[in-house]
């Protein structure tokens, strides 16, 4: 064996993968190991269950039965006449619009007075917070006792020579449905107030500056300069506020249960009560499919608002 042939042997060896010339395994994506913990468990899981509730929702069904009846369309045909589904539809678009302007002024408001040279700014911004980890089980008796006939807020009102307005607030179609945007308005106005706050720092401080220089004053600076840069955060919130609004449950459920008199029902303790207390399963499917494509729908019209306002600007 020569040297020539002994130095060149192994080169060809690399080149050829091994002693096979013009072959090459199949090539796997790199990030594929990464992703595919989250492919499975959306593909496996999420998507395997919106099919399963929509053949589900073409069922005559109590999810017991062994014998489900196939209905078609029906169930999707009797909720387009169904008032109750209706009245939560309603009760779900005052909701969010009632409850996302507040939380955006009190969130814009708070996040100023936070980047203003304000003292104890770090116990400020967690008192604000704090509503938002505590969890709606544990503040709704103290809810349901706070607005009861003999509750604190009709004591307070007849101290203060005001008991003419005391009421039974949960109690009555008026009035109970107001409570419940309170007690949200009360829960994640800190998150808008955080997200509000975050978008704020990124405000170029010398746009600021230059602004005050102009002699523009604070409302000015706000109205003109840093509410426009919100513009992205805000198109989020809004978003988020009309899918948590679709979503709507815990609240009304634990501290009026959808009444008196559907006063309080939204499309979630609708979707329940058809489901689980009244063993409508079939008909409980159809309004989940209803809720997911409005919720998509939403988001998706909400987005490209934005974008079109965005492209307007520029």
Do not use: C
Not at 142 to 148: C, Q, T
Not at 165 to 190: D, K, N, R, Y
């Amino acid at each position: 064996m020569t040297a020539s042939s002994t130095l060149t042997r192994p080169g060809r060896a690399a080149a050829s993968g091994g002693g096979r010339p013009g072959r090459r395994g199949p090539r796997r994506p790199p990030g594929l190991p990464w992703i595919l913990p989250a492919l499975v468990l959306s593909v496996g899981l999420i998507y395997y269950g919106i099919g399963y509730t929509g053949y589900i929702s073409t069922l005559n069904w109590d999810g017991i039965s062994p014998g489900p009846e196939s209905v078609g369309a029906k169930n999707y045909t009797r909720i387009l006449h169904d008032p109750v589904f209706w009245t939560a539809v309603r009760h779900t678009v005052v909701f969010f619009v009632v409850t996302f302007v507040i939380q955006t002024l009190l969130g814009l408001a708070f996040a100023v007075i936070a980047h203003s040279r304000l003292r104890l700014a770090g116990l400020y911004k967690v008192i604000v917070f704090i509503p938002v980890v505590l969890a709606p089980a544990i503040m709704a008796p103290v809810f349901r006792h706070m607005f009861a006939p003999d509750g604190e807020l009709n004591a307070v009102l007849s101290h203060v020579g005001l008991g003419s307005l005391a009421q039974p607030w949960i109690g009555q179609t008026s009035t109970a449905l107001p409570v419940i945007m309170f007690i949200t308005v009360w829960e994640w106005t800190g998150v808008t107030f955080i997200l509000y706050y975050a978008a704020m720092t990124q405000v170029d401080p010398s746009v600021l500056e230059a602004a005050r220089m102009d002699g523009a004053g604070n409302w000015r600076t706000l109205r003109s300069i840093i509410w426009p840069e919100l513009r992205g955060t805000t198109i989020a919130l809004a978003i988020l506020g009309a899918i948590g609004a679709l979503k709507t449950f815990d609240v009304p459920y634990l501290v009026t249960i959808g009444g008196p008199n559907y006063a309080t029902e939204f499309l979630g303790t609708y979707i329940y009560r058809q489901t689980i207390p009244l063993a409508h399963v079939g008909y409980g499917a159809a309004l989940s499919i209803i809720l997911l494509v409005v919720a998509l729908v939403m988001a998706l019209v909400l987005q490209l608002a934005g974008r079109e306002r965005d492209a307007g600007r520029r």
